[in-house]
């Protein structure tokens, strides 16, 4: 795969397309067999609630893989992300409902860079709070 993106045709402030990204219990189920990550904050309710977390919350790095999807799907390539960095700031609360959470994230180019690369930096957001902070990636274009 390569970049479908052309660095001659992207401008500071080009908008990503916009996504939002469901999270259900059951997805942080299957989070938790492929990752590995078996901490009971990401599937115990009352464990979650006597740590003092609201609710169940998303495993952070589920919630960094899912905001990348929003880059990694503009440029066609996810190869060619080269380097993604985060800060966790809130939790991605996941109700025990029809519903669960939502992960809704936006991204623009803030910079051209050296080499075809392009700083892209991301909001990630759900039930209203920034849960990324410094959420900031670079990326080959071709």
Excluded: C
Excluded at 25 to 40: E, I, K, M
Excluded at 66 to 82: H, L, Q
Excluded at 132 to 137: F, H
Aim: glycine share 8%; aromatic share 8%.
């Amino acid at each position: 795969m390569a970049a479908q993106i052309q660095y001659a045709d992207v401008e500071v402030g080009t908008e990503l397309p916009a996504a939002s990204f469901p999270v259900t219990r059951a997805t942080l189920v299957q989070y938790a067999g492929a990752s590995g990550d078996f901490n009971p904050i990401h599937w115990n309710e009352k464990f979650a609630k006597e740590v003092g977390l609201p609710d169940v919350i998303a495993h952070g790095m589920f919630t960094m893989a899912e905001a990348i999807r929003v880059v990694t799907d503009w440029v066609g390539d996810p190869g060619a992300v080269v380097e993604y960095g985060v800060r966790f700031t809130k939790p991605v609360v996941v109700p025990n409902d029809d519903r669960g959470g939502l992960i809704e994230v936006t991204a623009k180019v803030a910079a051209k860079l050296d080499d075809n690369r392009v700083r892209v930096d991301l909001t990630a957001m759900s039930e209203g709070q920034k849960v990324l902070g410094m959420s900031r990636a670079v990326v080959e274009l071709a």
